[in-house]
């Protein structure tokens, strides 16, 4: 079966822009994930959404937000882009939600860089 | 490919060597340690995880290991190979909801 798909793979804005990343999960799982990847912070939890809604969001400013549809794909924006914002931003997605733990797979991610 | 980190702690090993990748967790309400490798140009891949009622857990040639008394957490990879060079994360889970804490990762190259 296929795998997390994000697109798209690189992007190249300037600051001040947005941008909006897809991520369409794996066909069954209901839940996404974001993380921003970069080589100074390592992975960070950006937001988790479950049946369209968010249940569970990291420590980043409000210019980071996501949703996601009735058929579990995810997009996330991410508004007025600062040069930090430079990273690889990866989706993943598990089977369920709830409190317990669920194995997350993760897509190849959005490669963004902001000049 | 992407750069994951610049400054990543590096092991080198021989091919066939075993390796040792060691992990320093925080939360003690942590239930799940997960173990992902992350090849270049491409996410993470799970390549195992450990429930914290168990200290020790044994896959296809890799190994994990749990103390919870040093909240330590650690990967072994037997008879390593080329296509073992990546870098390597652990990741720990609270129950709080799909939502895992991320070590700082350890590039792991393997000389032939």
């Known amino acids: 079966k296929a795998g997390v798909t994000q697109t798209p793979r690189y992007l190249i804005k300037t600051r001040g822009q947005q941008v909006t990343l897809s991520c369409s999960p794996i066909?069954?799982?209901?839940?996404v994930s974001w993380y921003q990847q970069t080589p100074g912070q390592g992975l960070q939890f950006l937001f988790e959404?479950?049946?369209?809604?968010?249940?569970n969001k990291g420590n980043f400013p409000g210019r980071f937000s996501g949703r996601q549809f009735s058929n579990s794909r995810s997009e996330m924006n991410v508004s007025t882009l600062e040069l930090g914002d430079s990273a690889l931003y990866l989706c993943?997605?598990?089977?369920?939600?709830?409190?317990?733990?669920?194995?997350?797979?993760f897509g190849p991610g959005t490669r963004l860089t902001v000049l | 490919g992407e750069s994951v980190g610049l400054h990543l702690p590096t092991l080198s090993v021989q091919e066939g060597d075993n390796s040792i990748i060691n992990c320093a967790y925080s939360?003690?309400?942590?239930?799940?340690f997960i173990w992902y490798k992350q090849e270049s140009g491409k996410g993470p891949q799970f390549i195992i995880d450990?429930?914290?009622?168990?200290d020790k857990r044994q896959g296809q040639r890799v190994t994990v290991l749990l103390n919870k008394t040093v909240k330590h957490l650690s990967l072994q990879i037997a008879a390593t190979q080329p296509g073992d060079s990546a870098v390597y994360f652990c990741?720990?889970?609270?129950?709080?909801?799909?939502?895992?804490?991320f070590g700082g990762g350890t590039r792991l190259m393997v000389k032939p």
């Open positions: 993943a997605s598990s089977l369920a939600g709830g409190s317990s733990y669920n194995e997350q797979f």
């Open positions: 450990i429930r914290s009622n168990m």
């Open positions: 066909s069954g799982h209901r839940s």
């Open positions: 959404y479950f049946s369209e809604t968010q249940r």
């Open positions: 990741a720990e889970d609270d129950n709080a909801g799909n939502m895992l804490t």
């Open positions: 939360n003690s309400a942590s239930d799940y």
